[in-house]
Nanobody
């Protein structure tokens, strides 16, 4: 089945930065996108940033545009999320995910996505 492992979470002050990494060991023919999701307590996960592997196109949640940047290494075995100018509203558990088709389709990622265990990001004064 393969697995994903996030790292890089932690606690930072408002305006600080973090870089999340996700080590991926899933067969490449099983995914068309690489994505970062986050989840607030009691809420559904939301896509924060995504990268479509064939086209290289990226997607960003409006609230993180200009502050977050997702990238991958050439071997496509590591996904990164550089998070700058962090806000308290960015505090959440962040998950990396790879899967087929579109990451914005929640049913798609729930049923067919491969997920990491999550890493906590806490932004505070």
């Amino acid at each position: 089945q393969g697995q994903l492992q996030e790292s890089g979470g932690g606690s930072v002050p408002v305006g600080g930065f973090l870089k999340l990494s996700c080590e991926i060991s899933v067969y490449r023919d099983r995914w068309e996108h690489m994505a970062w999701h986050r989840q607030f307590p009691g809420q559904e996960r939301e896509v924060v940033a995504a990268l479509f592997t064939a086209s290289g196109r990226t997607f960003y949640l409006d609230s993180v545009k200009g502050r977050f940047l997702t990238s991958r290494d050439e071997a496509r075995t590591t996904l990164f999320l550089q998070m700058n100018d962090l806000r308290t509203s960015d505090s959440a558990t962040y998950y990396c995910e790879v899967g087929p088709r579109c990451p914005l389709d929640l049913d798609n990622v729930r049923n067919f996505g491969h997920w990491g265990q999550g890493t906590q990001v806490t932004v505070g004064d």
